[in-house]
Structures are given as structure tokens and as C-alpha cells.
């Protein structure tokens, strides 16, 4: 009986101090604060991008690097009250729809073979196909989504955007908590 109850706390215990597992971008979890979501970013050689954050709303931070092998405006999203990172995107800018389309296809099928298929989604968006993938942990417990889609440059026709947007599901519900309330 003792050994029992030994084992019962053991497992209690060793459940408790579980960390909560979050989504990767660029294998950096989204966790933490922008600070140290920065500092790694820029030891994977990216670099901040002053103009562009200027460029945009507060809790948004833009650097310039690599996504899947392509230059990419990088955006990561933090709480302006914690500074903790909940979410990430790759912005990858493509000449003509043909190009776009061959980005969208190999990250695509990164995606699946990283995720699977069995809890993406599929829909049309822009005239363009848009793909959802949710991440589990090894428990089967939702950690995050992965978003891909392309957009249409609004100020060149000519231009498209691949994006792929990372979001960590236990970051978001403290973000979104934390969000004034629209009056």
C-alpha cells in the first residue's frame, strides 16, 4: 500500500511540474519574452527590421530572414503587458502567381509531412487555396496552429505573399484574457 501511495505522489508530482509545450518557429518555441524570442532569432541570423516595425502596431516586432529557404519578412507577436510571444509569421514575397505557387507547394508539403493530415483544413481564400494545420503534443493535447495562405500585394498586381503564421494556443488564451475590452 505504500509503495502505492509512493508511486500515486511520484506521478502527481512529476504531472505538476510538467512544462506546458509550445508551438515552433524556426524551432524557437513560443514562449518566453520578446527579448529572448529576439536574441534567438538573431543568433539564427536574422535581423531586426527597424523600418518595418516602425511600420506597425505596437506588440508586433518584424525582422528580416529565412523561411524554408526564402528571404522573409519574419513577425513576431507579443502581449505588450507580459511581452510573452504568442505567435509568428513568415511573410515570403513573390514576382507572378506561378512563382507563389511553387513557394506555397514545397512549404506545403513540409507541412504535412511535419504535421500530417488527419486535423488540417482545407479552404479557398483570395482565389487561392489556404491550409490550417493544428499541433499536438506527443499527449495529443493541442498546442498551437499553423496557418498558410497567399495574399495579393495591394499597391503591385504583380506581387504575391506566401504567409505562414505560427500560433501557440496556451500564449493566445493569456494574450487574448489580457486584452483590454472594446468599449
Partial sequence: MRTFFLSLLLLLSLSSTAQTEHVRFLGIPLDGTIQQFQDELTAKDCNYDQATSDLLPKGIIAFKGTYAGNEALLMVFHDE????????????????EDSCEVIFNKINEQLQTEHGTFLSTKSIQYGHETYGYTILSPERVVIGDIGLFVTKDEN????????????????MRIHEKLKPEDT
Fill in 81 to 96: 503587458t507580459t511581452n510573452v510571444v504568442y505567435q509568428a509569421k513568415a511573410v515570403i514575397t513573390c514576382q507572378g
Fill in 156 to 171: 503591385n498586381p504583380n506581387v504575391y505573399l506566401v504567409q505562414v503564421q505560427y500560433t501557440d494556443t496556451a500564449n
